[in-house]
Every structure is written in C-alpha cells, then in structure tokens.
C-alpha cells in the first residue's frame, strides 16, 4: 500500500494541474451517486437527528460534489479548484471529494483507481490531440440515472500527435 500512496504523491507533486484535471473529473463526473449502503447497528443521535437501530443510510455523494455552497459553481469544469493559487501545486486544504464513497467501507481500490485514471489520462493527452466533433455539433446532455451515472453518447476526435 505504501508504493501506491508514495507514487500517487510523486506524480501529483510534478504534473499538480493534470492531478487537478483527475480531480475535478471525478468530482464533476460523481460515476456513484449514493455510494454504497450502510445501516446503523444501534440507535444513533447525529447532529440533534435521532436514526433508529436498521436505518438504511446512503450518501449523496452527487451533492457534497455539486454543492453551490461549497464550490461556487459547481456545473463549471474548473480544475484550478484544486490548486494553489500560483498553480504550482494542488492545494492540500481544498475542499475533499468523495468519489470512492466514505467511511470504513469506503472504496479499497481507491489509490490504485486514482493512479490508474491519472496514468490513462496522461498517456492519452500526451498521443492525442482531443477535439470536439464539430460536425455533430456535440451538445452534452444530463447524465442518465441509476446506481452510476452514464453520459448520454457523444463524440470526439482524437487527432495523433506523432503523425504530424
């Protein structure tokens, strides 16, 4: 565990505004809406509200991520969130998201899927050029619903980089 941990620092450390693209792509994206499922073992007082012993409690996840109150705008694509303000590096006090659930049944491939959707999307941005498809005229629309957010098709074109 500690290699992954020691190369996901590594990585965020020399390349802060692709981590901060990484970052605001699973926040923004919030794939598990709900996370998972928890139930209480026992009567629980959390902040003045009483939940009953075999409360079936889930996170909304989506609104911690999408909540005005928290990032401003919250439908904007903006990694510079995440950065310190010269960019230099990410800011370690902004605000956590929760892309792989939270709590002590939180994700266990937390490190190794935030390794792997960084390294995916460094070795695609480094061979392609990535272009909206003009000719269908992309217009994204809502994400459907269900327990992961699927976005609706649409296209890209991805133009080589060696091949110029």
């Given at each position: 565990?500690?290699?992954?941990?020691?190369?996901?620092?590594h990585i965020?450390?020399?390349?802060?505004?692709?981590?901060?693209?990484?970052?605001?792509?699973?926040?923004?994206?919030?794939?598990?809406?709900?996370?998972?499922?928890?139930?209480?073992?026992?009567?629980?007082?959390?902040?003045?509200?009483?939940?009953?012993?075999?409360?079936?409690?889930?996170?909304?996840?989506?609104?911690?991520?999408?909540?005005?109150?928290?990032?401003?705008?919250?439908?904007?694509?903006?990694?510079?969130?995440?950065?310190?303000?010269?960019?230099?590096?990410?800011?370690?006090?902004?605000?956590?998201?929760?892309?792989?659930?939270?709590?002590?049944?939180?994700?266990?491939?937390?490190v190794l899927?935030?390794?792997?959707?960084?390294?995916?999307?460094?070795?695609?941005?480094?061979?392609?050029?990535?272009?909206?498809?003009?000719?269908?005229?992309?217009?994204?629309?809502?994400?459907?619903?269900?327990?992961?957010?699927?976005?609706?098709?649409?296209?890209?074109?991805?133009?080589?980089?060696?091949?110029?």
């Open positions: 565990m500690t290699i992954f941990v020691t190369f996901r620092v965020f450390c020399r390349m802060p505004y692709t981590a901060a693209i990484t970052l605001e792509i699973l926040r923004i994206s919030s794939l598990v809406p709900f996370g998972t499922v928890h139930r209480t073992l026992e009567d629980v007082t959390f902040h003045s509200y009483q939940i009953p012993k075999d409360t079936i409690i889930m996170a909304n996840l989506y609104q911690v991520h999408h909540d005005k109150e928290i990032w401003g705008d919250p439908e904007t694509f903006r990694p510079e969130r995440f950065l310190t303000k010269d960019g230099s590096q990410i800011d370690v006090n902004h605000p956590k998201i929760l892309p792989f659930s939270i709590g002590k049944r939180q994700c266990l491939g937390e899927g935030r390794n792997n959707i960084f390294l995916f999307l460094t070795s695609l941005f480094q061979r392609f050029d990535i272009l909206s498809d003009s000719v269908s005229n992309n217009v994204i629309g809502t994400p459907q619903a269900g327990i992961f957010r699927n976005p609706p098709p649409f296209k890209v074109v991805f133009r080589d980089r060696l091949q110029k």
